[in-house]
Structures are given as C-alpha cells and as structure tokens.
C-alpha cells in the first residue's frame, strides 16, 4: 500500500493536509481525460493513466473515506490525484483528439478541432 500527503489550499484559502492511501489500482481505457480550468479561464485536459481505489483522510483528522480517484502523470510522476490539487472533471472522450502544449515538464493537453481537419486547437 502506498501511502501519500499533499498540501494545498481548499476554495477559501485555507490550508488543506490530506493523506491518500492507495489500496489498488486498475487501468483505465483509452480515452479518459482530467479537464482543468485555470483561474483564468483556460482548460486543458490531462490522460487519466489509471483509476485508483483509496483511503482519503482529510485534513488528516483520522476520518478517512474511500474513493476512486484518477492516476495522472506530472512532474513527481504517476500518482491519485488529490483533492488537494484542484477542481476538475473526468470526461469519455474516446473519439477527441488531443496534441501536448509542446512544454517541457508540462502536462496539459488541448483538445484538436475535428472539423478543420487542419489539426487546428479548438
């Protein structure tokens, strides 16, 4: 079992301390996306790798839940995403396609215009 903290502030600013446990992990199908919205109003979307089924404790108070959370690349490597980390969505888009931003180090991923047959972002 693998067992990891994050750090990061909820919606009011406050500092948030969870703790995930890991209890298993399962691939997930081709086409499933996180979809992020920055404060400013961007999305972009990162390959959800897995699903993992884990203990969350929040604030780590001791009352732990279970829940299955999407595993995603980034630059500490494949982990569940915390709850910590911001609000996103889990969306099928298995017939989307998606090219990288082109950063190094950057994970997010924008959604290609499918009728320009041009490769254009939308």
Known sequence: ???????????????????IETLSI?????GWWAKFKDDDGTEWY?????????EVDYFGAGNTC??????????????????????????YL???????????WVFAWYPVNDSSNSGTLE
Request: proline share 9%.
């Open 1 to 19: 079992m693998n067992k990891n903290r994050t750090a990061g502030q909820n919606t009011e600013g406050k500092f948030m301390n969870t703790e």
């Open 26 to 30: 399962s691939t997930a199908l081709p």
């Open 46 to 54: 990162s390959p959800i790798a897995a699903w993992a089924l884990c």
């Open 66 to 91: 279970r829940e299955i959370l999407p595993v995603l690349t980034s630059e500490l490597g494949v982990s569940p995403h915390s709850p910590d980390e911001g609000m996103f969505e889990c969306l």
């Open 94 to 104: 298995p017939d989307k396609k998606f090219v990288h931003c082109g950063e190094s």
